[in-house]
T-cell receptor, first 112, second 114 residues
Framework: DVKVTQSSRYLVKRTGEKVFLECVQD?????MFWYRQDPGLGLRLIYF???????EKGDIPEGYSVSREKKERFSLILESASTNQTSMYLC???????????FGSGTRLTVV | GNSVTQMEGPVTLSEEAFLTINCTYT??????LFWYVQYPGEGLQLLLK?????DKGSNKGFEATYRKETTSFHLEKGSVQVSDSAVYFC?????????????FGGGTRVLVKP
């Protein structure tokens, strides 16, 4: 069964920490995405990547960066975590968007 | 630009009731359309999809028909169960490969009571 795996289900970090959220897919997909999900705001795209070492800003990239050194792995980095980055983070991948995305189970991040 | 509008929830139903969640879209060309479901504490799962006008997607008793004339993709289920309690997202993918991104609606929370 194809999978997108996010390394942590729950994380608690302190304000100012550098935080890494990891996402790995085993489907050889070229496209990978990071979203955050907040009540009343739906899904908001942070960054996405079409290929290794390629990245594009989404709708809310401020305060985040990404890394894609290998095709299967797409990391989201919070350079200096803040309380307003407390959220559910969802990773997804796709071969062709006309066939939809495969999502990971999500990481619920709390910044205190 | 592309956009997806779906009815706001929460939608509260009794078991075995009929469920409809409305979804309309704005897009150029001929997008593919999707419904995703998110169970509590989980990521999104693809529920069904349709890639061209008049296509009907179906899965787990849910159905949705791609209506180009009304730019709609309403989700229906004839008899819901408590286990259908979840958040449902309508989404579209533009026909062109440029951007390669899905556009999501805001989600509709459904609560089914026994």
């Amino acid at each position: 069964d194809v999978k997108v795996t996010q390394s942590s289900r729950y994380l608690v970090k302190r304000t100012g920490e550098k935080v890494f959220l990891e996402c790995v897919q085993d489907m050889d997909h070229e496209n990978m995405f990071w979203y955050r999900q907040d009540p009343g705001l739906g899904l908001r795209l942070i960054y996405f990547s079409y290929d290794v070492k390629m990245k594009e800003k989404g709708d809310i990239p401020e305060g985040y960066s990404v890394s894609r050194e290998k095709k299967e792995r797409f990391s989201l980095i919070l350079e200096s975590a803040s309380t307003n980055q407390t959220s559910m983070y969802l990773c997804a991948s796709s071969l062709d968007p006309n066939y939809g995305y495969t999502f990971g189970s999500g990481t619920r991040l709390t910044v205190v | 630009g592309n956009s997806v509008t779906q009815m706001e929830g929460p939608v509260t139903l009794s078991e075995e009731a009929f469920l409809t969640i409305n979804c309309t879209y704005t897009a150029t060309g001929y997008p593919s359309l999707f419904w995703y479901v998110q169970y509590p504490g989980e990521g999104l799962q693809l529920l069904l999809k349709a890639t061209k006008a008049d296509d009907k997607g179906s899965n787990k008793g849910f159905e949705a028909t791609y209506r180009k004339e009304t730019t709609s993709f309403h989700l229906e289920k004839g008899s819901v169960q408590v286990s259908d309690s979840a958040v449902y997202f309508c989404a579209l993918s533009p026909f062109t490969s440029a951007g390669n991104k899905l556009t999501f609606g805001g989600g509709t929370r459904v609560l089914v009571k026994p």
